[in-house]
């Protein structure tokens, strides 16, 4: 079974400027949650959707925000890029919603914002 | 407001050795505590978790052990070897309404195995 992909693996943007990264979840999983990286703030929470809605939703400004399709794939979106909105986006996927529910995690979309 | 804080940063064990994580919470509403594994180049991957009615859970060579009343849990990896040698990351979650509130990271552990 395919993992979860996460495109595009890097991208570079200006400040100012919106962007959009994409998730596909594990084949069968309807749970997506994505999850920002950096080397200060380390692995924090964005959101989590499921079945086209968003669930939770983790201390982020509006600039963030995301989607889930009927396909259960999702995207999340910054709009006015900030240089500090640099980081390591990771998404991962579940079968169902709820923390017992093993979390997969892709290989992340590595955005630098010059 | 960092609630879950896990030392050390890094930690360097000797092939064979054992390999010891420490995380403390602050949230006694978590309920659900796994351990994750990061190499370069790619997402955590579960390791190993355990709930808090439990004391210690074992799989294979890791070993996680729990102390509610200290709001402490920790990650033993016994007969280190090399290819153990990755980024480590404590997390807790707590559930509402049915559903999760996201994992709560820890900072995490550059561990390297030496041969």
């Known amino acids: 079974k395919a993992g979860v992909t996460q495109t595009p693996r890097y991208l570079i943007k200006t400040r100012g400027q919106q962007v959009t990264l994409s998730c596909s979840p594990i084949s069968g999983h309807r749970s997506v949650s994505w999850y920002q990286q950096t080397p200060g703030q380390g692995l924090q929470f964005l959101f989590e959707y499921f079945s086209e809605t968003q669930r939770n939703k983790g201390n982020f400004p509006g600039r963030f925000s995301g989607r889930q399709f009927s396909n259960s794939r999702s995207e999340m979106n910054v709009s006015t890029l900030e240089l500090g909105d640099s980081a390591l986006y990771l998404c991962?996927?579940?079968?169902?919603?709820?923390?017992?529910?093993?979390?997969?995690f892709g290989p992340g979309t590595r955005l630098t914002v010059t | 407001q960092q609630q879950v804080k896990q030392s050390p940063q890094s930690l360097i064990v000797q092939k064979g050795g054992i390999s010891i994580i420490n995380c403390a919470y602050e949230n006694t509403a978590f309920d659900y505590f796994p351990w994750y594994q990061q190499f370069p180049g790619k997402g955590p991957a579960l390791l190993i978790a355990?709930?808090?009615?439990?004391s210690e859970k074992k799989e294979g060579r890791f070993t996680i052990s729990f102390n509610k009343s200290a709001k402490q849990f920790s990650l033993h990896i016994m007969d280190s070897q090399p290819g153990d040698s990755a980024t480590y990351f404590c997390?807790?979650?707590?559930?509402?309404?049915?559903?999760?509130?996201?994992?709560?990271f820890g900072k995490g552990t550059h561990l390297i195995i030496q041969p």
């Open positions: 355990i709930r808090p009615d439990v």
């Open positions: 991962a996927s579940s079968l169902g919603q709820g923390r017992y529910y093993e979390q997969y």
């Open positions: 997390a807790a979650t707590q559930g509402s309404g049915g559903g999760a509130d996201g994992l709560t």
